[in-house]
């Protein structure tokens, strides 16, 4: 549902609010938040609330410290893991300068202007996210260890897989906020698990990742567990990844294939971005996680796998990207990236039908590599005009400093 500022504020005195969590992230994705009482909400509304930007990672230093939360009444959630009785919601926020002005580093605001260059050139993108994490039990003061819940293997069911209630109260407490997920199991890791969103628009499916991490973690904790999803959280399992679903309006095979050769084209220049940290690169070219740009149907070795489906349901799905990336960011380059695609009508190359990780090296080397390390990335970006065309230079500068 939703909501207008006036049906905000009836919710929160029908249904016993006593706090209002104003969300938003940093430029890592890192999700922050303030909590109002409900008084301070109409004020919340009209003029902002503000904050201590310095504290904040890349939001600048103290001689410009001041910046204003505004609440997008739309964004309603109710946090079911919070007492009934002087409940809990909250709302996702843009971010201003005290000016009026939009901030820079407001991703999420990044994500509506690509949505917005989207709908100008007569295309709607939908994305689906699956997102996976490990289980690792936590020690006696509460502290993560690095003993993974179970040994199970994919798809594994109990009494092998120890996360399967875990899985399930993730999935209701998600429903309870009105985030769908579509489904979930064991992966191949021990102690790894996924579970995957039916697709949505851009902002909409970002602020569910940011939303599905939260609940991961808070229903871990609680069940005595820490769920890690970094990108390699164990050395020699396999690793996080963040497999992206991407959907295209006008759905015509044109569109839609020109919208893949611009992801295939701009790919080197989004990795600093979809693989921001030094351990995403031990991910790569392993255990299903590409190295190489190419692409395929089903085949599950490709950087992007057509999945085998038809009609409303048929994407494209990207797989290099790991849990530690901004969604606001991969998503909003990955419009950028279609939008190239489609209006410069780029065409694919041809299909990679073999499986990369058990190909010779003459067959690997007519494709080329993803970068292999975060400093290749951080290159690539700051020589890319793509990047600088899309992405504030502040926000270029933090992630390639």
């Known amino acids: ?68 939360l505004h609440p997008e009444p739309e964004t309603l959630m109710p946090l079911p893991w919070r007492p009934e009785h002087g409940r809990v919601i909250q709302l996702f926020s843009g971010i201003t300068r005290p000016d009026g002005t939009p901030f820079e580093c407001d991703t999420r605001n990044l994500l509506r202007n690509a949505v917005e260059a989207a709908n100008n050139a007569g ?36 009494p092998e897989d120890h996360g399967e209630n875990v899985r399930r109260e993730i999935c209701l407490t998600l429903e309870q906020m009105g985030i769908r997920p579509e489904s979930s199991h064991h992966e191949q890791g021990p102690g790894q ?25 808070t229903v871990a904790f609680r069940n005595g567990f820490f769920a890690d999803f970094s990108p390699k959280p164990i050395e020699h399992a396999p690793g996080n990844g963040f497999h992206i679903n991407m959907s295209v309006r006008p759905t015509d095979d044109p569109t839609f294939n020109s919208m893949i050769a611009g992801i295939l084209k701009n790919v080197k220049a989004m990795t600093a971005f979809l693989n921001p940290v030094p351990a995403s690169y031990l991910r790569l070219g392993s255990n299903k996680a590409p190295g190489y740009i190419s692409w395929s149907a089903q085949n599950r070795s490709q950087l992007v796998r057509i999945p085998a489906a038809l009609g409303e349901y048929r994407r ?71 990047v600088r065309d899309h992405i504030p230079s502040e926000i270029l500068s933090i992630y390639c400093h």
């Open 316 to 386: 494209a799905e990207l797989r290099s990207p790991d849990p530690i990336a901004n969604p606001y960011l991969a998503f909003a380059l990955m419009i950028y990236a279609g939008l190239d695609g489609i209006e410069n009508k780029l065409t694919l190359p041809e299909p990679a039908d073999v499986n990369l990780y058990k190909s010779d090296h003459v067959l690997l080397s007519r494709y080329e590599k993803l970068p292999g390390s975060i400093e290749e990335a951080c290159a690539i970006a700051s020589e890319s005009r793509f």
């Open 1 to 68: 549902m939703k909501y207008s500022k006036e049906e905000v504020i009836q919710y929160v005195q029908e249904e016993d609010v006593k706090f209002i969590r104003l969300a938003f992230c940093d430029v890592f994705g890192k999700q922050k938040n303030i909590s109002i009482m409900p008084d301070e909400l109409p004020r919340a509304f009209e003029h902002g609330i503000a904050f201590d930007a310095s504290a904040v990672a890349g939001f600048g230093d103290e001689a410009k410290s001041d910046l204003l």
């Open 193 to 217: 698990n996924e579970i995957d969103f039916r697709y949505s628009s851009a902002l909409t499916a970002a602020d569910h990742v940011m939303m599905f991490q939260r609940v991961v973690k």
């Open 123 to 158: 295309c709607e993108f939908t994305f689906g996210a699956e997102q996976e994490f490990y289980l690792f039990y936590l020690d006696e003061d509460g502290n993560p260890t690095k003993t993974p819940c179970d040994t199970a293997g994919y798809m594994d069911i109990a």
